[in-house]
């Protein structure tokens, strides 16, 4: 089958060999035998046993990427592939778009609901902010390379035509209209330095706490993760008492944080005792090792692998589990194979007969719980999604089984090499 090449060994994803037939209802029944073969409609887990076993992968749909479109058809293909966690803006309407897209896969095939995770942060950070230019002072002969260089297609821009439809022929020639999408752009900040005439600005935000703990008390969502700078922990508490006991029926509580060096370790223990009083669920370091870069290629996975493997081994950090992020992609496996950290079992060994096999492991056995994946898991399946809106103009990709068909094989390409889905044979 074309699903026989996602092997755990691989450190690149194969592209799918996939012959597509005419017919809508067989390419469905396509994507429901790839999921069933596969054993992820057999699952009974739940996130926390990836997370204890060391298989737990996340999709990250951006702090800041808010096209609910692309979020919802996102949110459909990687529960199907058999994500532990969805993370994404927290933004109602951005939540309600992860639970239609999980929704509307669980109609496809019965698999196991992702955890809805939203993230905040306490300060000024990468993550949270847009990018902002007037395209009326572009000059008329840039070649635009902003918009070349966006990952997120979140730039667009044409020539200004006058209200008869034509072109302007005076000196408004070439003036661009257009600009920055704000719901596209997620803040990677990749377009700044490459405007030759200084134009790009950013707007950096705070996620309001009042806000976030009204959207907290909403029962569909499972997880919140905090995004802080690392360096200090006065923004960090004042969050956290901020959020009041709209946390306490949450299932996960993720810090999401960058490698500071030698004041890592004293850091997280501090934060650490911010929480531990009112801290009833489970907790979770995020490794922020390269932010935004996962689609960049080979070379971005390696600062989060050697931040993993520094805290690993770290006898002197608090309780939680570890999780990789900024800069994972198709080689982070393989990275953390190169270091003894990754000792995920397959899908057949971690469940017999249906029933986990986990349930003696403490939350600690696993030395790396899993791996969130942003910019790469969106680019290797939103290309397809573009390829599908251009051919067809259609939001939502079910309808377009062909598409669907593609887009989780590129998603379980990514996700099987965290998970080692077993091979039909
Ligand atoms: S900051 Fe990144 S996502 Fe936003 S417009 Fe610039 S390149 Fe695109
Ligand atoms: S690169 Fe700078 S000047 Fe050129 S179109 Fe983009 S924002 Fe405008």
């Known amino acids: 089958m074309a699903w026989s090449c996602f092997s755990c060994t691989a450190s690149i994803p194969p592209q799918p060999r996939v012959n597509f037939r005419p017919s809508s209802q067989k390419c469905l029944q396509d994507v429901r035998n790839m999921v069933t073969s596969l054993g992820i409609h057999s699952i009974r887990s739940s996130p926390v046993d990836s997370l204890r076993n060391g298989n737990w992968v996340k999709l990250i749909c951006g702090a800041s990427f808010e096209d609910v479109v692309d979020i919802r058809n996102l949110s459909l293909v990687y529960t199907l592939a058999g994500v532990d966690c969805i993370d994404c803006a927290a933004d109602e309407s951005v939540v309600n778009a992860v639970n239609q897209g999980i929704k509307a896969a669980r109609d496809i ?47 667009s821009l044409e020539e200004e035509k006058s209200s008869a439809g034509h072109l302007w022929n005076n000196n408004e020639e070439g003036k661009k209209q257009g600009g920055v999408l704000t719901e596209r752009c997620y ?23 009042a806000a976030t703990s009204e959207l907290l008390r909403r029962e569909e969502i499972d997880a919140l993760e905090i995004h802080t700078s690392g360096r200090q922990t006065l923004h960090f508490r ?46 979770l370091w995020q490794l922020d090792g390269r932010p935004m870069s996962g689609d960049i290629g080979r ?11 520094r805290l690993a081994a770290a006898s002197d950090r608090p309780r939680g589990f570890l999780q990789l992020a900024g800069g994972t992609n198709a080689h982070t496996v393989a990275g953390l194979k190169k270091h003894g950290l990754f000792q995920t079992k397959s899908v057949s060994e971690n469940f017999k007969d249906g029933q986990s096999m986990v349930g003696s492991l403490g939350p600690l056995d696993a030395p790396i719980g899993g791996i969130a994946y942003g910019g790469y898991a969106r680019k290797v399946v939103g290309r397809i999604l573009s ?39």
């Open 109 to 155: 095939v019965e698999v196991g609901r992702p955890w809805v995770m939203i993230s905040v942060n306490d300060d000024e950070d990468l993550h949270f902010r847009k990018a902002e230019f007037d395209p009326a002072d572009c000059p008329q002969d840039c070649s635009r390379p902003c918009e070349i260089v966006c990952p997120a297609n979140a730039i």
């Open 187 to 209: 803040g990677c900040g990749r377009c700044i330095p490459v405007c030759p005439y200084d134009k790009i600005r950013v707007h950096t935000y705070v996620r309001d706490a």
């Open 387 to 425: 390829a599908m809106q251009s051919q067809h103009g259609l939001t939502c990709i079910e309808e377009s089984p062909d598409y669907l068909f593609k887009a989780l094989a590129e998603a379980l390409a990514l996700v099987g090499t965290v998970k080692c889905y077993d091979v039909p044979s």
């Open 238 to 283: 004042s969050l956290w008492e901020g959020l009041g006991d709209t946390i306490h029926h949450l299932r996960l509580v993720a810090v999401s944080f960058p490698d500071v060096g030698d004041s890592t370790i004293s850091t997280m223990n501090a934060m650490y005792s911010i929480m531990e009083p009112r801290l009833r669920c489970f907790n």
């Open 299 to 309: 070379g971005a996975t390696r600062e989060s692998v050697a931040f993993a493997v």
